[in-house]
């Protein structure tokens, strides 16, 4: 092996910045040509529009290796963890628009993290409006109005569940495949609009499955159980915190099978249908929020969305 040997030692400055500007030109230039080669560093799928109370997917897939992505949606801000199946790489976010959400365009932004730099995607997407249908009741007015005892029941509940579905866990456990919770069919649907007594009450923000008493209650997706209770208008409750911001709940249960803190596999029984709390008759209320929106869970089993955009490339990059 040829050896080397430095003359000066006033050379060694001189040399070292040559070497080291040279090192830093490959890794940029390699690294950047790497990840655009002949076939596109990743595919990305992000709708154009969605309606208001509905959830969507945001879905990045790349050969190359990735991190993540830190996603800004509706004035709010995620991390959601990279994930790797045989030798695909994938981030999957769900977002929403809640029902109360105003129609119009909204910035979408997400910057994916790659060990070599950072690529930022950015769009606009359409909320747009949908009407959802009505009910009018007359009803006594005790069906109507708690007592004032019930009443600060009801907002000491109110806020614990509020706190729970504002949860954000770093750890995502939910994959794509969900599971219907309850086999029957669906009795009032999510965002039905009930006006009782000539007052608009709060739109319905789940789904009521038809059920026998006592009928197994399947978790939608794996998760950590975050809150089981008896509540007085969700009577026996169960909310799963599925990580990154997606929660659901099953209430009206007739007993409940699961601990909190308990890890739940999706498809797991969780529960039994059940009447307890503010109900009619024997049924489910399956709930799903994201970021602390309630949104349509059936909209995420039902055909693929129509308004899925296709692959794009990045609106630009950013160098680490």
Same mark, same amino acid.
């Given at each position: 092996?040829?050896?080397?040997?430095?003359? $000066?030692?006033?050379?060694?400055?001189? $040399?070292?910045?040559?070497?080291?500007?040279?090192? *830093?030109?490959?890794?940029?230039?390699?690294?950047?040509?790497?990840?655009?080669?002949?076939?596109?560093?990743?595919?990305?799928?992000?709708?154009?529009?969605?309606?208001?109370?509905?959830?969507?997917?945001?879905?990045?897939?790349?050969?190359?290796?990735?991190?993540?992505?830190?996603?800004?949606?509706?004035?709010?801000?995620?991390? !959601?963890?990279?994930?790797?199946?045989?030798?695909?790489?994938?981030?999957?976010?769900?977002?929403?628009?809640?029902?109360?959400?105003?129609?119009?365009?909204?910035?979408?932004?997400?910057?994916?993290?790659?060990?070599?730099?950072?690529?930022?995607?950015?769009?606009?997407?359409? !909320? !747009?409006?949908? !009407?959802?249908?009505?009910?009018?009741?007359?009803?006594?007015?005790?069906?109507?109005?708690?007592?004032?005892?019930?009443?600060?029941?009801?907002? +000491?509940?109110?806020?614990?569940?509020?706190?729970?579905?504002?949860?954000?866990?770093?750890? +995502?456990?939910? $994959?794509?495949?969900?599971? @219907?919770?309850?086999?029957?069919?669906?009795?009032?649907?999510?965002?039905?609009?009930?006006?009782?007594?000539?007052?608009?009450?709060?739109?319905?923000?789940?789904?009521?499955?038809?059920?026998? %008493?006592?009928?197994?209650?399947?978790?939608?997706?794996?998760?950590?159980?975050?809150?089981?209770?008896?509540?007085?208008?969700?009577?026996?409750?169960?909310?799963?915190?599925?990580?990154?911001?997606?929660?659901?709940?099953?209430?009206?249960?007739?007993?409940?099978?699961?601990?909190?803190?308990?890890?739940? *596999?999706?498809?797991?029984?969780?529960? %039994?249908?059940?009447?307890?709390?503010?109900?009619?008759?024997?049924?489910?209320?399956?709930?799903?929020?994201?970021?602390? +929106?309630?949104?349509?869970?059936?909209?995420?089993?039902?055909?693929?969305?129509?308004?899925?955009?296709?692959? @794009?490339?990045?609106?630009?990059? +950013? $160098?680490?």
């Amino acid at each position: 092996m040829k050896s080397f040997r430095i003359k $000066r030692s006033d050379e060694v400055p001189g $040399r070292m910045i040559f070497y080291l500007i040279l090192l *830093s030109f490959f890794l940029i230039f390699f690294g950047a040509a790497a990840l655009s080669a002949s076939h596109p560093p990743y595919r990305h799928f992000l709708p154009a529009k969605v309606n208001q109370g509905e959830p969507f997917l945001f879905q990045v897939f790349s050969q190359k290796p990735l991190n993540g992505a830190e996603i800004e949606w509706l004035n709010k801000k995620i991390w !959601v963890p990279a994930h790797k199946e045989g030798k695909q790489w994938s981030i999957l976010a769900l977002l929403g628009v809640g029902l109360a959400g105003k129609p119009g365009k909204f910035p979408f932004k997400a910057v994916v993290a790659t060990p070599l730099i950072n690529l930022t995607i950015t769009s606009n997407i359409t !909320v !747009v409006s949908k !009407v959802y249908p009505q009910q009018r009741l007359t009803l006594p007015p005790s069906m109507v109005t708690p007592d004032e005892m019930s009443l600060a029941r009801i907002r +000491q509940e109110n806020a614990l569940i509020a706190e729970v579905v504002s949860a954000k866990s770093p750890v +995502q456990y939910w $994959r794509p495949e969900f599971t @219907r919770p309850a086999p029957g069919t669906v009795s009032t649907p999510f965002g039905f609009q009930r006006i009782i007594n000539g007052q608009t009450r709060a739109p319905h923000r789940g789904v009521d499955f038809r059920g026998a %008493l006592g009928t197994p209650v399947h978790a939608w997706s794996a998760g950590v159980v975050a809150l089981t209770a008896e509540h007085y208008f969700g009577g026996n409750s169960v909310y799963v915190d599925h990580g990154v911001g997606v929660i659901t709940s099953y209430l009206h249960l007739s007993e409940i099978l699961v601990a909190p803190d308990e890890l739940v *596999s999706a498809g797991q029984v969780i529960g %039994l249908v059940g009447s307890t709390g503010r109900s009619t008759g024997p049924h489910l209320h399956f709930g799903l929020s994201i970021l602390g +929106q309630w949104v349509n869970p059936l909209a995420l089993t039902e055909t693929a969305e129509a308004n899925n955009s296709k692959a @794009r490339v990045p609106a630009k990059r +950013q $160098r680490k």
